[in-house]
């Protein structure tokens, strides 16, 4: 005769095993998702990446972190302050199909210095002449276990490309990491391999075209080339140079080339944006081209921006709320999706804007695959479970582009629901949009 309390406890436990049956499933970790990259709360490191071509068999990749990013510690034989470090890489050579030719594994400490901004560290890279090549680069900080991966490309097969070309600081004379500068930013450009007698700069008036809506499906335009100005500069290492108006400079070797380096000028605020125009342009995403440049021409475009925020909510302290996480989206749009143009101009910004960071990321040397997660689906007792993660997906396209590696084109599909009109509907309700949000949230 079978005791109660043994009763009750195989009834507990069929209790058990019947709820872990209708639970969410536990879902194992992503290896290969990439989210965290572009989602500000996940990452931690924002290390910049450079390539020189040194010469026919070697380049150099160099990998600047900032001190803002490292963990430091005094918890270690010298007690110290020191940041650790572990960098991971693989050479691919892409012009034989994608060949790993080369892989490295070193631990950098790191030692503090008060008032250092930055370091800086070289690798060699063995890499001939005459291929295109990829570097999938991983880096742990070994103190707090935190990781960010990187795929940087760089080209061999035509010379007198961005890869030949050296940047630095006029002033400081400090290598830069970055393309974009701003008006009053003097730098010097060194072409090391032979010291031509002139550099030729053509001129690009900025690129303001705005993404089509994923919903609508519309041939892919084609870039034009074609520059506003030329301009032919005597060659010397310390002559300073800058970017004084908005737009795409591109320095050459060559006349009329389109290979060279370039450098970008996306405004004086840029990554951020302040000024009422700046923040009314972004704003055609969701609204028409009309509303836009009757706000534009108002005699006062800030009383034009507030209204325009204050009636999607009609109260004020949501409606702050509401500007306030747009416009951090258009903010790290900038920072992480420009290229030629402005990040919010271009297709993942435009999804980056309106859906907010994904929830996947997967990238390739040929693309990326976002994902956001659906609703969940409900039982039949109400309670919510999810049968299966069901994403909505969107890819994007790395486009052969004569000034970047960013530039990327979104795919589109008729047999892809966007979910689009949807989005906007809810923003101009007042409602921040998630794909994943309850439908009374």
């Known amino acids: 005769m079978i005791r109660s309390d043994k009763i009750v406890k195989i009834g507990l436990l069929l209790l058990l095993i019947t709820s872990a049956c209708t639970m969410v499933p536990r879902t194992s970790k992503d290896a290969n998702d990439m989210s965290y990259l572009y989602n500000p709360l996940k990452n931690s490191l924002h290390p910049k990446y450079r ?17 803002q990013d490292l963990f430091f510690s005094e918890a270690n034989a010298e007690g110290a302050s020191m940041s650790s470090i572990v960098v991971f890489y693989r050479l691919f050579n892409l012009s034989q199909g994608r060949v790993a030719i080369d892989t490295s594994l070193i631990r ?164 951020g944006i302040s000024e009422p125009e700046m923040m009314i342009e972004p704003l055609i995403y969701l609204s028409s081209e009309t509303k836009i440049n009757e706000m534009l021409a108002a005699s006062s475009r800030k009383i034009a921006l507030d209204n325009f925020w204050l009636g999607m909510s009609n109260n004020v302290e949501k409606s702050r709320e509401l500007l306030r996480i747009y416009y951090n989206r258009v903010l790290f749009a900038n920072y992480f999706f420009s290229s030629y143009k402005e990040g919010w101009r271009t297709d993942r910004g435009m999804i980056y804007i309106i859906y907010g960071p994904p929830d996947k990321v997967y990238k390739t040397s040929e693309g990326e695959k976002w994902g956001y997660l659906k609703p969940e689906i409900k039982s039949g007792w109400g309670a919510r479970y999810r049968v299966k993660e069901d994403y909505l997906y969107f ?47």
């Open 51 to 67: 390539v020189y071509n040194d010469n026919e068999n070697r380049s150099t990749l160099s990998i600047k972190f900032y001190s």
């Open 108 to 271: 950098l400490s790191i030692r503090e210095t008060k008032g250092r901004r930055d370091y800086v560290y070289n690798f060699p890279l063995k890499a001939d002449q005459g291929s295109k090549y990829e570097v999938e680069l991983l880096l742990r900080d070994a103190i707090t276990n935190k990781s960010i991966q990187a795929h940087i490309p760089f080209d061999k097969t035509i010379t007198g490309n961005k890869h030949d070309f050296k940047v630095r600081g006029h002033f400081n004379q400090f290598d830069i990491f970055t393309e974009v500068l701003k008006e009053g930013n003097y730098i010097n450009i060194l072409y090391p391999k032979d010291r031509p007698d002139s550099l030729y700069l053509s001129y690009f008036e900025p690129f303001d075209e705005i993404p089509i809506a994923p919903s609508m499906l519309v041939p892919e335009k084609e870039l034009d080339l074609t520059p506003s100005k030329y301009k032919n500069i005597p060659y010397s290492d310390t002559l300073p140079l800058m970017v004084p108006n908005r737009g795409v400079y591109l320095f050459a070797t060559s006349p009329g080339s389109l290979t060279g380096y370039p450098l970008f000028n996306f405004g004086t605020n840029f990554p």
């Open 395 to 441: 890819s994007f396209m790395n486009r052969e582009n004569p000034f970047t590696y960013n530039d990327y084109t979104i795919i589109r599909s008729e047999s892809v629901t966007s979910y689009w009109e949807q989005a906007i509907r809810s923003w101009q309700s007042g409602i921040v949009f998630r794909l994943d949000n309850p439908q009374d949230l």
